[in-house]
């Protein structure tokens, strides 16, 4: 990252310090690049319409000085998952047009535009023409990206013989059409058997960076050095090559194969043109990234995507309420059980979800842990569900391993995208409407559940005061999942209460 970048995100840190959070978000970063008075994005929003000062005016902030310390915060901030977001997504923006660009505050301000729409709308309510500055920051980068360019009398192989040229014409021709090739058979497959929208999107994108990076070389002289019926390995086909026993094996396999044709062109790239090579690089480490987060979807589709009703569960003042409860939501339809407990000792919690393990295996339901990885692990859980102030992704999977499951809550479309890269297998969506069972400073209520519909397609559930009488506007928003608590806990029989809301989650489809 530039310096100014560093020096905002500091200034972030000072400016919810002295609001009393230890969580920074968008508006504090914002309002620091203001405050960055010689940085390429105060320039931008001066260029286009508001002057950085009138920044802290068009969110309601004041004004933090340069000279303010932020020792004070230092060890004190996790980072939200929409900062997260944002500074991950600002330093791909970098990284596409030059992968040794480091993120500089244009990028970041570009991100913070593109995705919180609130601030968005505040500031072009105070003057700024947000699409002129995207558009100037995406023709800088068109133009920092485009192929390069070879003089007609030159030849961009020149460096060779001639039949050495031919040789690597040949080998840049051939992986670049299995490259290509791998990444069409992926996107057919998220795109129409996963129909998710996000993930088409990554694949569609890292397709056309390819494609871009690929017109760097001299399209002529691959296609002249192509010699198919000369190429002795068209003959030669492993023993496994013919078949194709499930579709996740036809995806392992053109993963494997986009990632290897990727890696040989990034090496002999390098005989050419470093630069290239380096933008054959990020793709190969997106095409991982990407890889992880197909592969996950697949592997919770088949752990969630037939469970309907969710039900948390806890702070119940006996075991022997607990499994009365769990029993009766199950006998009622309830297909998933999370058991949330605070405040009891260690040894309490694993002796209950140890019975609710129990129970659920009886009926053939998913059990979810709330929070305790350690305890989801030694309780036998088919998950552990992460809160956007838990421990991560990354630290629950070093306890519970690789191929765990895990729930994330979300509150925004951003953590929504975070929580996909970061191999969530469901989510919780929400809070929509106001809960009984757990404080929200606010709820985002249905416009929220229609965002989820339209981003992703990895099950997910909406939450958050979700009773019968309001359901269906739950599911004529878009929700086919729900997870209640207080709607069944609550209620004087318990497994009518489940029975009625699966029947109106079954009538929905």
Do not use: C
Not at 84 to 107: K, M, N, V, Y
Not at 179 to 195: H, M, N, Q
Not at 358 to 374: K, W
Request: hydrophobic fraction near 40%.
């Amino acid at each position: 990252m530039t310096e100014g970048v560093l020096r905002a995100i500091r200034r972030a840190e000072v400016r919810a310090l002295r609001e009393g959070r230890d969580q920074i978000e968008p508006r504090d970063l914002l309002a620091a690049l203001a405050d960055e008075e010689e940085s390429r994005a105060a320039s931008l929003m001066t260029t286009h319409g508001l002057h950085p000062a009138a920044v802290h005016v068009a969110i309601d902030a004041p004004p933090w000085e340069a000279s303010d310390s932020p020792t004070r915060a230092e060890g004190r901030f996790r980072s939200s998952a929409e900062i997260r977001s944002i500074l991950e997504r600002a330093t791909r923006r970098a990284r596409a047009s030059d992968r040794t660009l480091p993120t500089g505050t244009e990028h970041l301000l570009a991100e913070i535009l593109e995705i919180d729409s609130l601030l968005t709308a505040r500031l072009e309510g105070a003057g700024l023409r947000t699409d002129r500055l995207l558009e100037e920051l995406r023709n800088e980068e068109a133009e920092a990206s485009a192929p390069l360019s070879v003089p007609a009398d030159m030849d961009p192989l020149a460096i060779f013989s001639p039949a050495t040229a031919v040789e690597i014409g040949r080998i840049l021709d051939a992986s670049s059409n299995r490259a290509r090739e791998g990444l069409r058979v992926i996107e057919d497959y998220v795109r129409f058997a996963l129909d998710d929208p996000m993930l088409t999107k990554r694949v569609k994108d890292l397709r056309h960076r390819l494609d871009e990076t690929s017109r760097g070389f001299d399209h002529e002289l691959l296609v002249g050095s192509r010699d198919t019926t000369g190429d002795v390995g068209t003959h030669i086909m492993a023993g496994d090559e013919g078949t194709r026993e499930s579709p996740r094996a036809v995806l392992s396999a053109n993963f494997k194969r986009a990632t290897e044709a990727i890696r040989s062109l990034e090496e002999y790239s390098k005989l050419i043109n470093a630069w290239i090579a380096g933008r054959f690089e990020v793709i190969r480490y997106d095409l991982y990234t990407l890889e992880k987060m197909v592969m996950t979807a697949i592997t919770s589709h088949r752990t969630f995507d037939e469970v309907q009703l969710y039900l948390l569960v806890g702070g119940l003042p006996t075991l022997g309420d607990l499994t009365w409860i769990v029993g009766e939501a199950l006998e009622g339809g309830v297909q998933a059980i999370q058991l949330r407990e605070k405040g009891l000792p260690d040894r309490e919690i694993l002796r209950r979800a140890r019975e609710v393990r129990i129970l659920t295996s009886s009926a053939g339901a998913r059990f979810v842990l709330n929070d305790r990885a350690d305890l989801a692990r030694l309780s036998g859980a088919d998950a552990v569900h992460l809160g956007q102030d838990d421990m991560t992704p990354r630290d629950a999977r070093r306890v519970l391993g690789p191929r765990a499951v895990l729930g994330v809550s979300t509150h925004d479309r951003s953590q929504i995208e975070a929580a996909v890269v970061d191999g969530a297998g469901y989510l919780g969506v929400g809070p929509v409407f106001p809960s009984f069972t757990k404080s929200f400073d606010d709820h985002v209520g249905l416009g929220f559940v229609r965002t989820a519909e339209e981003t992703t397609t990895l099950p997910w559930f909406a939450i958050g005061g979700i009773h019968e009488t309001n359901l269906r506007e739950v599911i004529e928003a878009g929700a086919r999942r729900v997870a209640v608590s207080a709607a069944i806990v609550n209620a004087d029989r318990p497994r009518e209460a489940a029975s009625r809301l699966r029947r109106l989650l079954d009538e929905a489809g």
